[in-house]
Every structure is written in structure tokens, then in C-alpha cells.
């Protein structure tokens, strides 16, 4: 959906005293970066969310393929190829590095300051058509450059590292100093990802793995020895494959070379678990016993080079 499509159907839903909306991350960001086509769309309203999500829905009615709410009484609206994301203006407080937050309906600002990256945190007011952006991440959109929105980013949820690797690759963007050296710092803590589920890490790693730059984005995780930090071991990696097609294959040929026991620790983690017939391929393979299912001969074929 094009960018003034989207503030076309947010202005026609009706306007309340009541809240303010906002559109906010990935949209304004890309749009400032001249993209024009966003499948992906983030709105945040400050105040009654609860009443515009009821105006947004009499208005989408017909369009609305498919409702999601989440326990954090947030929603994702799907339609056609489009996905809305509609949140509330919150402040995040975490109880313990590496858990998720607890979260707390607060205003713009507040909502603002607890994003990731400047970058990230750029708002616009479609009732007023202004942007919001008092962390300056317009300015660093110009200069190329990743900058965290503040100290300890990466300890309070070390799955930043995956996006700040992902988002650096993809703008090709310089790093902030202050922000690499909190990123360095966040290295030193032997329980980094100790809070951290399958679940989180694994939606990381699948994010990563639709990027175009993919291999570039694994490899600076691996010399910043991101895997060690998250499997307690050397981790090996080969991103030698041409595997393209197949996010279970292409994780089992990046991390193949690795003994069976990490290996199955890894795709556990990166694919958010594993049945046992998978993980008696896997076995199978690594011991080299002969092969007589269909799937583990691709495997084979895919692998023997290794």
C-alpha cells in the first residue's frame, strides 16, 4: 500500500478529542528513505485506543481478512497483502534483563524512548500531518547511521543485536560508537540471552533470513560472537550453500558443520523447536548410516559435499 494511501484511509476514519494517531517505525522510516510500497504498517495511538480500534474496524469492515489480539490487548489487522499493527502509546519497564516488559499506557514520548533505534522512533501525527522526532532519528536517517535510543539496549533485550545487524546490512548504514560499544558491553554478561525464549530468538532468526544480504548479516553475528554467546560453545558456521529456498535446509547447511548435539541445540532454537523424526534425521546424517527416506536423501544431496 502506497504511503498516502495509508493517510488517505487514516484520515477518513473518524477524528476524536479523544486520541491521536500516530504512524510510527518501519513506515515512516522506509518512507524517508524513498520507499513507497509498505506491507508492513505501525500505528500507535495516545489515549482511547480502545475507541479507535472500534472506529477502525467499522471502517475496514469489509476489508478485514483476518483479526489477531494479543494478550497485550494490542491488534493485527489483515488485509489483502497488507498487515496493520495498532498499538497503544506505553512505557516498558523490565523487571529482569533479557524478559520481556511490562508495559504501562503512557504518551507518545514515552513511547518514543523505549524503541530500539533512532531510526526506528520516528512518529507522524496524521491528524496534525507533522513528524514527531525528538531523538533526532531523521538526522541519522541522513547520515547513515545506527544509533540506540540509549544505554544497556542490548541488555535489556539482547534480540536487538539480530535487528541492529539486520538493519545495518540492509541501509548499509555506519555504526554509532556509543551504540557499539553498549553492544560490546552487552558481550561481557555471561547470561545475555539466559531470559531469552526459542520463540523471540527464532523470530529473529527468520526475520533475518528473508533479507536479500542474509549471509552478510549471519557473518557479522558470527565474528561478533553472537551464536557463542547464545549456545555457550564455538559455534561453526558455513555459508558456502546455495540453498535458497527452505529456511529449515539453509539453517542446517549454515550450521552443519557443527558436532550433532550443538547442532540440534541450534535448530531447535533458530526454528523454535523440533519433532523427534526431525531430530533422527539429523542424527542420521552426521552418523552417515545409510538413508532410505526420501527426505534425508535431499538432505544427503544437499549436505555431502560437507
Given at each position: 500500500?502506497?504511503?498516502f494511501e495509508?493517510?488517505?484511509?487514516?484520515?477518513?476514519?473518524?477524528k476524536?478529542?479523544?486520541f491521536?494517531?500516530?504512524?510510527i517505525?518501519?513506515?515512516?522510516?522506509?518512507?524517508?528513505?524513498?520507499?513507497?510500497?509498505?506491507k508492513d504498517?505501525?500505528?500507535t495511538?495516545?489515549?482511547?485506543?480502545?475507541?479507535?480500534?472500534e472506529?477502525?474496524?467499522i471502517y475496514?469492515?469489509?476489508?478485514?481478512k483476518?483479526e489477531?489480539?494479543?494478550?497485550?490487548?494490542?491488534?493485527?489487522?489483515?488485509?489483502?497483502?497488507?498487515?496493520f499493527?495498532?498499538?497503544?502509546t506505553?512505557?516498558?519497564?523490565?523487571?529482569?534483563?533479557?524478559?520481556?516488559?511490562q508495559?504501562?499506557?503512557s504518551d507518545?514520548?514515552?513511547?518514543?524512548?523505549?524503541?530500539?533505534f533512532t531510526?526506528?522512533?520516528?512518529?507522524?501525527?496524521v491528524?496534525?500531518?507533522?513528524?514527531?522526532?525528538?531523538?533526532?532519528?531523521?538526522?541519522?536517517?541522513?547520515?547513515?547511521i545506527?544509533?540506540?535510543?540509549?544505554?544497556?539496549?542490548f541488555?535489556?533485550?539482547?534480540?536487538?543485536?539480530?535487528?541492529?545487524?539486520?538493519?545495518?546490512?540492509?541501509?548499509?548504514?555506519?555504526?554509532?560508537?556509543?551504540?557499539?560499544e553498549?553492544?560490546?558491553?552487552?558481550?561481557?554478561?555471561?547470561?545475555?540471552?539466559?531470559?531469552?525464549?526459542?520463540?523471540?530468538i527464532?523470530?529473529?532468526?527468520?526475520?533475518?533470513l528473508?533479507?536479500?544480504?542474509?549471509?552478510?548479516?549471519?557473518k557479522?553475528?558470527?565474528?561478533?560472537?553472537?551464536?557463542?554467546?547464545?549456545?555457550k560453545?564455538?559455534?561453526?558456521i558455513?555459508?558456502?550453500?546455495?540453498?535458497?529456498?527452505?529456511?529449515?535446509l539453509?539453517?542446517l547447511?549454515?550450521f552443519?558443520k557443527?558436532?550433532k548435539d550443538l547442532?540440534?541445540?541450534?535448530?531447535?532454537?533458530?526454528?523454535?523447536?523440533l519433532?523427534?523424526?526431525?531430530?533422527?534425521?539429523i542424527?542420521?546424517i552426521?552418523?552417515?548410516?545409510i538413508l532410505?527416506?526420501?527426505?534425508?536423501?535431499?538432505?544427503?544431496?544437499?549436505?555431502?559435499?560437507?
Amino acid at each position: 500500500m502506497k504511503f498516502f494511501e495509508i493517510l488517505n484511509h487514516l484520515n477518513n476514519i473518524p477524528k476524536s478529542q479523544n486520541f491521536k494517531v500516530y504512524l510510527i517505525g518501519g513506515v515512516i522510516r522506509d518512507r524517508l528513505l524513498g520507499y513507497d510500497d509498505f506491507k508492513d504498517i505501525d500505528i500507535t495511538v495516545e489515549g482511547d485506543f480502545e475507541k479507535f480500534v472500534e472506529y477502525f474496524k467499522i471502517y475496514f469492515a469489509k476489508n478485514i481478512k483476518k483479526e489477531l489480539k494479543s494478550n497485550l490487548k494490542t491488534y493485527k489487522f489483515i488485509m489483502d497483502d497488507c498487515f496493520f499493527d495498532l498499538n497503544f502509546t506505553r512505557k516498558e519497564i523490565y523487571p529482569e534483563n533479557g524478559m520481556l516488559p511490562q508495559l504501562f499506557k503512557s504518551d507518545i514520548m514515552d513511547d518514543i524512548k523505549r524503541r530500539d533505534f533512532t531510526i526506528n522512533s520516528i512518529s507522524f501525527d496524521v491528524q496534525n500531518k507533522e513528524f514527531f522526532d525528538p531523538l533526532n532519528g531523521m538526522n541519522d536517517l541522513k547520515l547513515k547511521i545506527i544509533k540506540g535510543n540509549r544505554k544497556n539496549l542490548f541488555i535489556e533485550d539482547p534480540t536487538r543485536i539480530f535487528r541492529f545487524f539486520k538493519y545495518k546490512t540492509r541501509f548499509n548504514f555506519a555504526t554509532d560508537g556509543e551504540t557499539y560499544e553498549d553492544l560490546k558491553n552487552s558481550k561481557t554478561f555471561d547470561k545475555l540471552f539466559f531470559n531469552v525464549s526459542k520463540s523471540r530468538i527464532s523470530r529473529e532468526w527468520l526475520l533475518v533470513l528473508k533479507e536479500k544480504r542474509r549471509k552478510e548479516i549471519i557473518k557479522e553475528l558470527y565474528d561478533e560472537k553472537i551464536f557463542d554467546s547464545i549456545f555457550k560453545e564455538n559455534v561453526i558456521i558455513d555459508l558456502s550453500d546455495k540453498i535458497e529456498d527452505n529456511d529449515f535446509l539453509f539453517t542446517l547447511s549454515v550450521f552443519y558443520k557443527n558436532n550433532k548435539d550443538l547442532l540440534i541445540k541450534i535448530l531447535d532454537t533458530f526454528l523454535n523447536g523440533l519433532r523427534k523424526r526431525e531430530i533422527s534425521q539429523i542424527i542420521t546424517i552426521k552418523d552417515g548410516k545409510i538413508l532410505n527416506d526420501k527426505i534425508l536423501e535431499k538432505y544427503k544431496k544437499i549436505l555431502e559435499k560437507n
